[in-house]
DNA sequence: AATGAATGAGGGTTCATTCAT
DNA sequence: AATGAATGAACCCTCATTCAT
């Protein structure tokens, strides 16, 4: 292949291609088993093209969970801090929390997989997540609608753990809709299974 | 150094050492960043050796998640299969099976990170997990103990997901004991956080 | 950004910018550490440009060594070869030849280190340097002037040894001026330091 | 090539080749142009086999450089600094010290090409030689062997700059022996080349 | 039973250079 | 006259694995 720039090419375009490439192959495999020669050859351009888009592999596998991260991060503030505690629409107001939640892992599969369920940096989301829902909860607890009884932050951890789950086996693989698992969740950590 | 066996040596004592190692090495770094240098040079042996008693890196990675997940699979079938399901002890007895897979987990801190956390292998583990308990929440919807409400797929896929997740951020933390998760489990499960 | 000729771009000015960042970066870092990209970088222009006024790597710097060179070259010619060898005046000659060599490295600093003290191809120049100081003495041998005792090949190149480093770490570290440096040289060479 | 060891292979031996070939080529091409896969296709092994003994390019060329620069600081040391100045002797010391400099760079022209001649590192060594040198002559000044006309750093910049020619075009090239060299500089900086 | 010595197979990255606009 | 975009050709280095002792 000669050399120098191909006809009709566009910098934005191969630069948007790799990180399409690059998110499938992480997505797939995995950060150390993704390598830049299938990035390129997916996106069909050689490995020096690669870095002249992005510093290095790390570079925008950072990019990639760092930027999703952050719109994710957004969400979660939005649906936990500030919230309105009233009894009466409490309920409603988590269940469409979780719902956008869901929601949004649904439209970005590819993202969720490599930026929330795989990546080491996810922890520390997940547990800032936590610490939001713990409070959360106990701002509900004071105000008596949530019963005493419960230590806020494992229902927490284990809410969140609930998310995780859901998102990966249920939204990722298409099986089940936000609205439903929003619902299921809801009704568990609210009332339980048992029949009264 | 001369070469040849050394004094004192004995082989199984060497595998053993090995696979401790491994383990160390494998929960702290996971499956890709473990080098087999790592592995021997922690235990003192060079690399042929390793190859002496493990065909592979994968086989020895293989040997520890494999006998691991089989006993966590022989004490899940124990607890969910086996159930007798009488109302006045369901609740009981479920807790005592949360209990006992979270000691599990306690007991072997490590091979739980490597076989139930990080792996991929544990995929199919959960999944099994997840079916079981699906099982065995359904006759108990049929036998009128949970409300008729609820899917039961993901009533246990987010049971799942919360253990899983406990476990991780409680259990391997050493932030909580086996009998408070079980409870809180329990508890939120049956009747739910809020108020009555 | 747009493409094309610049408002008010002229060539000559850029070639003329271009081979003045070359001899910059090819001081301070030498022919291999020096990258195009940095030449251009620091010219403000981009790296097809270069190619516009230089064919290569390889061609610039052999385009700024090799106009130094045979300006040098000039030099030298001038100092050693059209002396007119008579007694009283001999030693003057001399040290104001060497003045003229050194102030040539104290205009040219940048220049000096490319193209004399660190390039390859500088070899050959202080080759034919030390041949025609070693003519220049043994004419002086033969009017009696100098010692016949002495090899005047190895007198050659201990001067010009001394020369470089004189230049290397005293006139392109503005320690001292030609005018010292030269007189020393003189000195030593002529009458040698020993007290009589 | 089957991997694993070859018959009769010796560590110390392959370890000892690499070295060998890295200082040829080292000498040869210098630092940036020596490739790594020419050091072990020289010496009929393979770059991993590189690795094994040495930890990177730069730490062979660290290793070569430093051990060559390490012995000629001791030797200069010993030479220019436990000097013992006697008038009558000093003529024949300063002979002998310049003459076993010039052996051992006759004795090592490889390594004096690398570590001498070509290095960066080279330049903190000539100057802590040219340090040690203007110590000495300063000595003798004070002692008054030598003319209180001169400006000591100078003459020992220029000496050692001598040194360094007549090394590189003289004994490196076995034009002349350490023996003619010692005794043309002494002559020179002693008593000039002046007929009297 | 164990070691010393070596290699196959790649993986990430850099840099001078070139084509199309 | 100048730029945006791309590539060929290397180069350094790592790691699991294997052979000879």
């Known amino acids: 292949m000669p050399r120098g720039r191909k006809v009709d090419s566009d910098g934005e375009v191969t630069r948007q291609l790799l990180l399409e490439k690059a998110i499938e192959q992480f997505a797939e495999y995995g950060f150390h088993s993704t390598k830049i020669s299938d990035i390129v050859n997916k996106a069909k351009v050689t490995q020096p093209t690669f870095y002249l888009y992005f510093e290095s592999k790390e570079a925008i596998f950072l990019r990639i969970t760092g930027s999703f991260q952050m719109q994710l991060i957004d969400i979660i503030t939005a649906c936990f801090l500030e919230e309105n505690l009233e009894e009466h629409s409490l309920k409603l107001q988590i269940n469409s929390n979780l719902k956008s939640i869901f929601t949004f892992f649904e439209k970005n ?11 080491d940096s996810a922890r520390e989301l997940k547990n800032s997540m936590v610490k939001q829902i713990t409070e959360n909860l106990k701002s509900g607890q004071r105000l008596g609608y949530y019963s005493d009884l ?21 939204i990722l693989t298409n099986k089940s809709r936000p609205i439903e698992l929003a619902k299921v969740l809801v009704d568990i950590y609210f009332t339980g299974i048992q029949k009264k």
């Open 109 to 119: 599969p590819l993202l969720t997989k490599i930026g929330f369920v795989e990546t």
């Open 150 to 170: 419960y230590p806020m932050n494992l229902v927490a951890e284990s809410l969140v753990g609930s998310i995780e789950r859901l998102t990966l086996n249920e």
